[in-house]
């Protein structure tokens, strides 16, 4: 049982750049949701998902989309990359509830630069 | 807003040395979390708590409604437990649907 698999694990981009973060569960959770961690900073919400093909934007949503397209998948796209940007990215799911009120399964984030 | 803030933010401690680490928050919540960082990056759920006490192996973490206060103890510390240990609560956003607010967490380190 892998869990929560995030690809890639590190990566540099150059500002303007755009790119996808892979985020894959195999525990059928419903609720998905990727998460920025700054230094300093709590883990933020960026996005979530509540089901496939549904999606809503959480605290810090703007330069980022996402999609749902199946219960296993969410990807988080990076539209026109810019070094604020840089920080580490956690994708997170969790079984069905409202988000927040069943454990929390995190991958094990991506290291991501943006020059 | 809801906030919430870990005390303290950088804990140093001895191997075998009882230690507690401290999450208050600001407005009602549904649940608290208490996660587990470590120095390779990945977070592991330690607990989830709406009341009372919970207590796995020589964690214990314990919530406080009335008080907004939770805290997280770790008996007979070991250097295996240095980490990050971060506390986030479950409240209602201005949405249908709760969301997760996280402290900044906990630096912890244990020397043998």
């Known amino acids: 049982n892998a869990g929560v698999t995030q690809t890639p694990k590190f990566q540099v981009l150059k500002t303007g750049q755009s790119m996808t973060l892979q985020c894959a569960q195999d525990?059928?959770?419903?609720?998905m949701s990727w998460y920025r961690q700054d230094p300093g900073m709590g883990l933020r919400l960026i996005h979530y998902?509540?089901?496939?093909?549904?999606?809503d934007q959480g605290e810090v949503p703007n330069g980022y989309n996402v999609s749902r397209s199946t219960t296993e998948d969410f990807p988080l796209r990076l539209l026109s990359a810019a070094p604020s940007q840089t920080s580490v990215y956690f994708c997170a799911s969790s079984t069905t509830g409202a988000l927040g009120s069943q454990p929390q399964h995190f991958g094990d984030g991506t290291r991501l630069s943006i020059l | 807003k809801n906030e919430v803030e870990q005390s303290p933010q950088n804990l140093t401690a001895q191997e075998g040395e009882f230690i507690t680490i401290n999450c208050s928050y600001s407005v009602g919540i549904s649940a608290l979390h208490w996660l587990q960082q470590h120095p390779g990056g990945g977070i592991v759920s330690l607990f989830m708590?709406?009341?009372g006490k919970k207590k796995h192996g020589r964690l214990i973490a314990t919530i406080n409604i009335q008080e907004k206060h939770s805290s997280l103890h770790i008996t007979a510390s070991h250097p295996r437990d240095s980490a990050v240990y971060i506390c986030?609560?479950?409240?209602?956003?201005?949405?249908?649907?709760?969301?997760?607010?996280f402290g900044s967490g906990t630096q912890l380190t244990v020397l043998p």
């Open positions: 708590l709406s009341s």
């Open positions: 986030a609560v479950s409240s209602f956003s201005s949405g249908s649907a709760r969301q997760l607010t």
């Open positions: 998902s509540v089901g496939a093909g549904i999606t």
């Open positions: 525990m059928n959770h419903e609720y």
